[in-house]
């Protein structure tokens, strides 16, 4: 299985495309559109999400409910392409001063822009909404292999969770947060960076559960489970870090402690998962742990200090209006980035035309596994 997106964030809109997925995978549309809101959501959004209502619409692949095979296109508009309609392709949208840690500057030396316009347009993490769109998909496949990916908000700020609760109830929280009590803590200290026109970043841990061991490969590096997670979790806009279990804590705990030991008491068992479900680039057949640093977005409204690329006079970014904090909103992407990394796990791995022929697949591999 493969995946594309294109679009900018002021066009008209996005496209995506999934080619490999087998026929035959129910998929609810409205399941889609409400992992889009939850992206959309999370305390500490800006203005441009309050009048965004993101929708997809299928365009091809999918028939009465179910993938035909064939690749599948989907569509996400942006509303405010009409805000912007008769200025996105006419002058007036210059940009001339790159804010630093966005893409502006980089950009602009690389493509020769003397205007980071045309680097922000794609470089907008608005792209993320296409790829919710394409792993809300793939979290519908993976439902057929009772494979579940949850993500929280694990710190905000200088703010850590200490107590976790269900995950059922995560997107009842405003900060997508398991602990009330340091949630309550973290929105005023967004709304304390809110005013002072500051941003804030913070982690997030995804864990994903009911995974067969051995999805991912040891025998060529590309094709280790953990890289391409992590690979696919760093390329979201403002990801400045990855770990995998104990991660880099686990650099000050010796060996006899860091690793999993194993039993056998009616089936292989671990007594820790240190590890976070992966050894050799391959699932171990625990649950898979990964937590993701978030940076502080770069547009603040109480400027930093840049260039003016025309005049080259130094000066401070200009400010029209950014999110707060998108710690919340990241969540729902690395849950989503990952379900689609897991779900071409699966397909290296079960392959199908059909999803019958997939999970015909699976399920014999498992018995192979219970049998080992
Ligand atoms: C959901 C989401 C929303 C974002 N919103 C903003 C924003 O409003 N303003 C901003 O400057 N950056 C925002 N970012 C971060 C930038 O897209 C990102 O910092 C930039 O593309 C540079 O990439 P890098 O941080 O990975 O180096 C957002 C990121 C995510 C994931
Ligand atoms: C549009 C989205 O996020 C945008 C990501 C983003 C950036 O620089 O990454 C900048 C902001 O765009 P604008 O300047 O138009 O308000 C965010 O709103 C979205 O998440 O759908």
Not at 304 to 311: D, E, I, K, R, V
Request: hydrophobic share 35%.
């Amino acid at each position: 299985m493969r995946y594309m997106t294109a679009g900018e964030s002021h066009n008209k809109g996005l496209i995506g495309v999934i080619e490999g997925l087998p026929a035959g995978i129910e998929i609810d549309e409205k399941v889609i559109n409400n992992e889009l809101k939850l992206r959309q959501g999370g305390y500490g959004r800006g203005k441009r999400m309050e009048f965004e209502q993101d929708t997809v619409d299928i365009i091809s692949g999918i028939r009465m409910g179910k993938t035909m095979g064939s690749p599948v296109s989907l569509y996400i508009r942006n509303k405010d392409w009409d805000n912007y309609e008769h200025k996105f392709h006419k002058e007036g949208l210059e940009y001339y001063t790159p804010r630093p840690g966005h893409a502006d500057l980089p950009g602009m030396l690389k493509y020769k822009f003397s205007d980071s316009r045309n680097v922000l347009e794609r470089a907008s993490a608005r792209e993320t909404a296409m790829r919710v769109a394409i792993g809300s998909i793939c979290q519908q496949f993976l439902n057929y292999f009772k494979i579940k990916i949850y993500s929280h908000v694990k710190s905000l700020g200088a703010i850590s969770i200490r107590e976790t609760g269900d995950f059922e109830d995560i997107y009842k929280s405003p900060l997508y947060c398991l602990d009330k009590g340091a949630e309550e803590k973290m929105i005023e200290l967004i709304d304390t960076a809110k005013a002072k026109g500051d941003s804030l970043g913070g982690t997030v841990e995804t864990i994903i559960t009911n995974l067969p061991p051995g999805l991912g490969d040891y025998t060529h590096y590309e094709n280790r489970l953990d890289s391409r997670l992590a690979g696919s979790i760093m390329s979201i806009p403002s990801v400045k870090g990855v770990e995998i279990g104990v991660g880099f804590s686990g650099s000050h705990i010796p060996g006899s402690l860091y690793h999993d030991c194993i039993f056998y008491n009616e089936g292989i068992k671990r007594v820790q998962n240190n590890a976070g479900g992966i050894e050799g680039g391959m699932t171990n057949g625990e649950h898979v742990v990964l937590r993701a640093v978030i940076k502080p977005i770069p547009t603040l409204k109480m400027s930093l200090g840049t260039f003016n690329t025309l005049t080259k006079e130094n000066c401070k970014t200009d400010y029209q209006r950014s999110d707060t904090t998108v710690v919340p909103a990241a969540s729902v992407v690395v849950k989503n980035v990952v379900a689609i990394e897991i779900a071409k796990a699966i397909l290296d791995k079960f392959a199908g035309d059909h999803i019958d022929d997939t999970l015909n697949t699976f399920t014999s591999y498992l018995k192979r596994i219970e049998e080992f």
